[in-house]
């Protein structure tokens, strides 16, 4: 089939590699975010995967919007048989949807109906969940809410952060695009509709709601710092000053500590919740590099008091 792919960030990379790897499918153009301001410089660079495209030689389409007028004539004129799509960011007006003779396919991160929305992943961190996957479904205008072709399932181990098990389910994912590809394609696949009972929603997890709580208990405090890594960052504030916090481990047989209340032994420094202590990973102060959370106890000569806000 002829394709245009969709797609912007690093998750959407193994499913682009391997549909251009394809020797069934040809991937004729490739939509994406326009290009952004990123890293401590702002620079504006290209999504990665407008640059995997450009390597490749494959014609790269920015639209402010999907909507407009230029790039819905432009899709038109490639023809596409199938749109796939993976975490384009942006919303896909009827028009746009209309075009490709098989629709637009989405690799959604969840098995829907659970976590329809912006962070699937994140949330099913957040959530405990011990089971996730990847889903493919035709894209219609309600969210994340058309019949599905095909899933694959993915464990959540204990210590998975966000980052870690989106990078999983993007290379397991990518598989069953393809495969969906190729059963939409010979006809020996049909999606069906999502079960009515089940629906659960992801919205976008800021940065306000990555500042932790120390007065949650230990599991709750361990989740939400997982979910929150890379992106957008759990934090919490010392002497005033942001901190940014890696991933955390509770020690439930520590003795107790007050919420948020700090206390450094030779090879761990725990901070108290509702239930037991955890011990913190890395540490970013304000302004500064990225640290163990010895090194940064020792910088900061901890005294008597000290929280964790």
């Known amino acids: 089939m002829r394709l245009v792919f969709a797609?912007?960030?690093?998750?959407?990379?193994?499913?682009?590699r391997t549909l251009?790897?394809?020797t069934r499918h040809e991937v004729v153009a490739v939509v994406t975010r326009p290009d952004a301001q990123t890293g401590r410089g702002r620079k504006?660079?290209?999504?990665?995967?407008?640059?995997?495209a450009e390597e490749a030689g494959i014609e790269v389409l920015r639209p402010a919007k999907a909507g407009d007028p230029a790039f819905l004539e432009r899709l038109r004129a490639l023809d596409p048989d199938c749109?796939?799509?993976v975490a384009y960011g942006a919303l896909l007006p009827q028009s746009a949807l209309d075009v490709p003779k098989q629709g637009w396919i989405n690799l959604h991160f969840s098995l829907l109906p659970a976590w329809r929305g912006a962070a699937p992943v994140q949330h099913a961190v957040l959530h405990g969940d011990e089971i996730t996957g990847a889903a493919t479904f035709q894209i219609v205008k309600e969210l994340d809410a058309g019949p599905v072709y095909g899933v694959v399932t993915e464990e959540i181990r204990p210590d998975d952060t966000s980052g870690a098990l989106l990078e999983r389910l993007s290379v397991s994912g990518a598989g069953l695009l393809a495969a969906t590809l190729d059963g939409v394609e010979d006809g020996t696949l049909a999606a069906r509709q999502q079960p009515a009972e089940g629906v659960s929603l992801a919205?976008?997890?800021n940065v306000e709601d990555a500042r932790?709580?120390?007065?949650?208990?230990?599991?709750?405090?361990?989740?939400?710092?997982?979910?929150?890594?890379?992106?957008p960052g759990a934090w919490s504030t010392f002497r005033e000053q942001r901190v940014k916090l890696g991933p955390v481990t509770p020690v439930p047989d520590a003795p107790a500590l007050a919420p948020g209340e700090i206390t450094a032994t030779k090879h761990q420094v725990l901070v108290g919740?509702?239930?037991h202590p955890v011990a913190l990973g890395e540490v970013q102060p304000q302004g500064k590099r990225l640290m163990g959370a010895a090194?940064?106890?020792?910088?900061?000569?901890?005294?008597?008091g000290d929280r964790l806000a």
């Open 83 to 85: 749109c796939p799509v």
């Open 212 to 231: 932790v709580d120390w007065s949650a208990p230990a599991m709750r405090v361990d989740r939400l710092v997982r979910a929150c890594t890379p992106s």
């Open 7 to 16: 797609g912007t960030p690093e998750t959407a990379l193994p499913s682009l």
């Open 295 to 304: 090194e940064w106890a020792r910088g900061s000569r901890l005294s008597e």
């Open 20 to 22: 251009i790897d394809s």
């Open 44 to 52: 504006v660079h290209p999504s990665p995967v407008a640059e995997l």
């Open 203 to 205: 919205p976008k997890i």
């Open 273 to 275: 919740t509702a239930t």
